[in-house]
């Protein structure tokens, strides 16, 4: 959805710096007098958010001898188009001025605008401005810290905060789980006879494995209402949430922040904080959780895969069919278990971008097998088949399901304790990755593969 915006102008402060032969002190051949006032100018000026990728386009209608001067967060430009990117829901502005050969305009215009969703790979976490989100009606003091690399205890941290939002600054390494804390409490009280939800986005500059956050009593470490951690990559903000978790009894909130483990001059973003009680709905629709306890250990003996990965014991076979014409099998590669594909053509259906891989694993009819996988694309691709069967007989398979894609995001996929579907050996198995109804230029991988017995 786009959105366009009116715009609030007026005279506002001088802009504090210096274009070239731009401002009032530097032209030649002009008159100072001439100069514009930026407020004339409003109905020339458009903001319009495209709220289906987060980009704000910024216009000016071509004027004879005028000129745009925008504040693009601090970046400058004269262009009549501009754009910028904006991952976090919100309310946003920029400013411009307008020039002449006289100079730069008296006064400028704010463009106001609104960003509805943030953006993140996977669940975004529960409505951050929802009148239900008791973090934003807290009382909640400045953090503190307890930061020991190599459990000696150090200065401080660097922290910022921007509205609801921290980021820490953490300049030296640590390598043990409680040896980087962040404290911040709070006099949200918490009860036992209602559940709760909470959500958090996290972005760390570097790899963070096992970063904590623990929401717990201000005076009582051991009164939790939840503790829970997840695994950071550099730059890739992900979500850390719970939802219907039964309270506990708690008179004030403290939540805890562990970075511990990780490296020199790593910086923690933590924004869209929330902590609601479950029975005020704010209409966030949390996705299904994994319930699959099945482990998956691709280095395990028991993994009938591996050797087809170390092996390279596998052929292959393609049907690449744009709108049902077949075309060309796709690029192709396979590298120490990790195989990949680039779809160069767009699909629009189901079953019109196959990749097979035959080996010549056998399966026991009647017998549970579990299988696991880690598909990565670099588009978002909806309705991903994934079929293993028997290869002789394709009504004989073990499970085929369709999953969706995130663009750059591993997808783990998990089908535990199936059987063969028509109850008859098979004595060779093809893997079917399905993209059909991929974007032109996709590159997909399959890896990670895992395919062993249930253990009952």
Not at 36 to 44: F, G, I, S, T, V
Not at 45 to 60: L, R, W
Not at 89 to 100: K, P
Request: charged share 20%.
């Amino acid at each position: 959805m786009n959105k366009t915006y009116k715009l609030f102008g007026g005279a506002m402060m001088l802009l504090g710096l210096t274009l070239g032969s731009c401002t009032p002190d530097s032209f030649e051949g002009g008159d100072i007098n001439g100069l514009l006032n930026a407020a004339d100018y409003e109905q020339y000026v458009h903001v319009n958010v495209n709220q289906e990728t987060n980009y704000a386009v910024f216009s000016f209608d071509e004027l004879p001898g005028v000129t745009p001067v925008w504040n693009i967060n601090g970046r400058y430009s004269s262009s009549l188009v501009d754009s910028s990117y904006y991952r976090k829901a919100g309310d946003y502005s920029i400013t411009m001025r307008v020039r002449n050969r006289n100079g730069m305009s008296d006064g400028e215009i704010t463009l106001p605008f609104h960003i509805d969703n943030t953006k993140i790979s996977g669940f975004g976490g529960f409505v951050e401005d929802s009148e239900f989100n008791l973090w934003r009606t807290a009382t909640v003091q400045d953090p503190t810290f307890y930061y020991a690399p190599g459990w000696v205890l150090t200065s401080d941290p660097v922290y910022n905060k921007n509205g609801f939002d921290y980021s820490v600054i953490l300049p030296t390494a640590t390598n043990e789980r409680w040896q980087a804390q962040m404290f911040v409490n709070t006099d949200i009280a918490l009860s036992s006879a209602k559940t709760y939800d909470f959500s958090v986005i996290l972005t760390s500059s570097a790899d963070l494995p096992k970063a904590l956050v623990k929401v717990c009593a201000d005076n009582d470490d051991n009164n939790v209402l939840f503790s829970q951690e997840m695994d950071l990559q550099g730059g890739e903000p992900k979500c850390l949430w719970v939802s219907n978790v039964p309270g506990v009894d708690i008179e004030r909130v403290k939540i805890v922040f562990d970075f511990g483990g990780n490296a020199n001059n790593t910086t923690v973003n933590l924004e869209s904080i929330v902590l609601k009680d479950h029975a005020n709905d704010d209409g966030t629709v949390v996705p299904e959780v994994d319930t699959d306890d099945t482990v998956y250990d691709y280095d395990a003996e028991t993994n009938l895969w591996k050797p087809v990965d170390e092996n390279n014991a596998f052929t292959t076979e393609f049907y690449y069919a744009p709108g049902w014409s077949a075309i060309a099998a796709p690029a192709f590669t396979a590298d120490n278990g990790t195989y990949q594909v680039v779809l160069t053509e767009a699909t629009s259906e189901q079953w019109q971008a196959q990749v097979k891989l035959h080996t010549d694993l056998s399966a026991e009819a009647n017998v549970k097998y579990d299988f696991s996988c880690t598909l990565h694309a670099s588009a978002a691709t909806k309705g991903v088949t994934v079929k293993l069967t028997d290869s002789s007989d394709d009504n004989n398979f073990f499970f085929a399901e369709r999953v969706d894609l995130d663009a750059d995001a591993d997808y783990v996929f998990k089908a535990p304790a199936n059987v063969l579907a028509e109850g008859v050996n098979a004595d060779k198995l093809t893997l079917v990755i399905d993209f059909g109804g991929n974007p032109a230029n996709l590159t997909a991988t399959v890896s990670k593969i895992v395919l062993q017995k249930t253990i009952e």
